[in-house]
């Protein structure tokens, strides 16, 4: 499981930091952030990827998920 | 397609529409939106340059950010954040208008130029797109200007929407400080400065165009950025239905004129088209969102897109002083060495702020 720290980091840096471990063929990231925009395109991201998305925590102010292929 | 793609195409046509319709009600021609033009307005209107013709409060961006403001506290996404290198940013949002002077008009108003047959928007969007894609290259290099904190206060991210209302206050009582010299607010007497829908109506359409905004994130640049970076084409969609959404309804009022000469609040040298949205595009893809996307995030909460609005209007007010802004006439040496400068300036910038 890679891990991968998106806090704070505003658009479009979440999705590259993922589509990087993506592209190195990771198959199980898991990835914490805070803004609603980052997690919905991270999620999008995920999708279009094929890959599953699980919602670890999904605060107000902090959200975590898992991706598996 | 999934529901999200027909939200935002059909809030895109919406903001087309829209913005033909205070066209047709007397903003002036391919101008129903345009943040930095109406940004540029508001720095004149305060005093801040002296170009007699573009002074003017302009309710849209009132609306905006109150449209974004009330979204975001309903939605739960209202948070003051900030701490991302914001005099950075402060400094880009100033290069952001300038170019945006230099072409004529932010993003926004370039594709609903476009939609009103003005072929040198054309010329500007080739500018934009390439601009967006020398921001991916440096986003793809690592860029990154640093993260941003929530703030233990909201307090922070009222200053912008408190602004808002004490220029909403200046426009509805039209104060005179000055009765001889006229102030603290001056509204152009003629050119597009005069040129407005009736106030009501105006932040009636920027309140509706901010919440449809703050929902679906549009961004113009952002729409280009990740279609070249992820092959999302989300945001895209959005772009693509201002575009239509305008074309129609241009179309039905009879303003679809086709053509490089003569255009309205628009010039003919091409090399400045695309090299003054060439400015705006590499530098909204490196602040994270076109001027209209920053308008709505320092709405709700984002310090960091407040200081580029600051930026912006710092920006506007040098622009005009300095003699960088276009006019119809097209742009003079000093816009032209600035618009050089600033692309050397954020691409500067954009090489420097790589991680390892």
């Known amino acids: 499981m890679e891990k991968v720290d998106v806090r704070g980091l505003s658009c479009p840096m979440p999705v590259i930091r993922v589509k990087k471990l993506i592209d190195k063929g990771s198959k199980e990231i898991n990835v914490v952030g805070t803004s609603q925009v980052s997690k919905e395109n991270v999620s999008k991201l995920a999708a279009s990827n094929g890959f599953a998305l699980k919602i670890i925590r999904d605060g107000k102010d902090e959200w975590e998920v898992e991706l598996s292929k | ?132 894609g020398a921001g991916v290259y440096f986003l793809r290099g690592g860029f990154n200007l640093g993260k941003a904190e929530y703030s233990h206060s909201n307090a922070g991210g009222y200053i912008i929407p408190l602004l808002v209302a004490l220029l909403l206050f200046l426009l509805l009582k039209g104060t005179v400080f000055n009765p001889d010299a006229g102030g603290p607010i001056f509204f152009s007497k003629e050119g597009p400065g005069s040129m407005a829908a009736p106030i009501a109506i105006s932040l009636l359409a920027g309140l509706v165009v901010g919440f449809l905004s703050q929902r679906t994130r549009l961004c113009l640049s952002g729409g280009i950025r990740d279609f070249i970076l992820i092959r999302e084409n989300y945001l895209l969609l959005g772009f693509i239905g201002i575009f239509v959404g305008a074309l129609v309804l241009n179309f039905a009022f009879g303003f679809f004129k086709p053509g490089f000469a003569d255009q309205p609040v628009a010039h003919t040298m091409h090399i400045w088209n695309f090299l003054g949205l060439f400015l705006v595009g590499l530098t909204a893809t490196l602040l994270g969102g076109c001027p209209l996307r920053q308008l709505v995030l320092s709405s709700e909460g984002d310090l960091d897109a407040g200081a580029v609005i600051f930026g912006m209007i710092f920006g506007a007010a040098i622009a005009h002083n300095f003699m960088f802004a276009a006019s119809g006439a097209g742009v003079g040496i000093y816009g032209q060495i600035a618009c050089v400068v600033g692309i050397i300036f954020v691409g500067w910038i954009g090489w420097s702020y790589k991680e390892v």
């Open chain 2, 1 to 132: 397609m999934d529901y999200r793609k027909w939200f935002v195409l059909g809030a895109g046509l919406l903001v087309g529409a829209i913005a033909v319709v205070l066209v047709k009600l007397g903003n002036p021609a391919n101008m129903g939106f345009c943040i930095a033009c109406f940004e540029r307005d508001i720095a004149g209107a305060l005093g801040l340059h002296r170009a007699g013709v573009v002074q003017y409060i302009r309710p849209e961006i009132l609306g905006i950010v109150l449209g974004g403001l009330i979204t975001s506290m309903f939605a739960g996404e209202f948070k003051a954040r900030g701490g991302s290198s914001t005099l950075v940013r402060f400094a880009l949002g100033m290069f952001m208008m300038i170019g945006a002077l230099v072409f004529l008009g932010c993003p926004l108003r370039d594709i609903l130029r476009v939609a009103g047959g003005d072929f040198n928007a054309i010329v500007g969007l080739i500018g934009f797109i390439a601009g967006v």
